[in-house]
């Protein structure tokens, strides 16, 4: 079934799903997930908003979640987090609108929470802005090539493509 062919239920149904997988991704992951490097598998389930752009708000919400449940950091990481991961899910769709190669779903995943985290982060733990950019880069770099490879096997598995799938 593609995303033309679901119903408002079971697109709420997939993104309560989606959530789950995020904060269980999450849950799993957490020991290396909140280090230096921040090596958060969980963000590569961003990439699921280009084959499903319906997915752009739950990914924040489920961002949200896990720094609510696991983060320990705060309001201001909480939200933080969850406008990070609608923005990176954004930028993903929109990789998709515009028929842009593949590979650069990494670009966001990287970037986005790279560059956009350690904003707070830095004020939060009293650590300079660059070095902490470039260790969460390094640790998003996994999570990038992740979605990729997460949206090509999809892709191939499911026929599900973007041609496939309705305009959000």
């Known amino acids: 079934m593609v995303n033309k062919d679901m119903s408002k239920v079971q697109k709420l149904t997939f993104s309560a799903m989606v959530i789950a997988l995020y904060v269980t991704v999450l849950y799993v992951t957490q020991s290396f997930s909140f280090g230096a490097y921040q090596i958060r598998i969980a963000t ?11 997915l752009v708000l739950p990914l924040g919400l489920a961002n949200f979640i896990a720094n609510m449940l696991f983060g320990g950091l705060g309001l201001l990481d909480m939200f933080g987090g969850c406008l990070v991961g609608i923005v990176t899910a954004g930028l993903i769709t929109g990789i998709r609108r515009l028929h842009w190669n593949k590979w650069l779903i990494a670009a966001p995943i990287l970037l986005v929470p790279g560059l956009c985290v350690p904003i707070w982060l830095s004020v939060l733990l009293q650590l300079p802005y660059l070095p902490l950019a470039g260790n969460l880069c390094v640790g998003q ?28």
């Open 44 to 54: 590569a389930l961003y990439a699921l908003s280009y084959l499903f752009p319906f």
């Open 141 to 168: 770099a996994i999570p990038a090539v992740c979605g990729v490879l997460l949206v090509q096997v999809l892709e191939r598995v499911t026929g599900i493509s973007p041609a496939k799938v309705k305009k959000a």
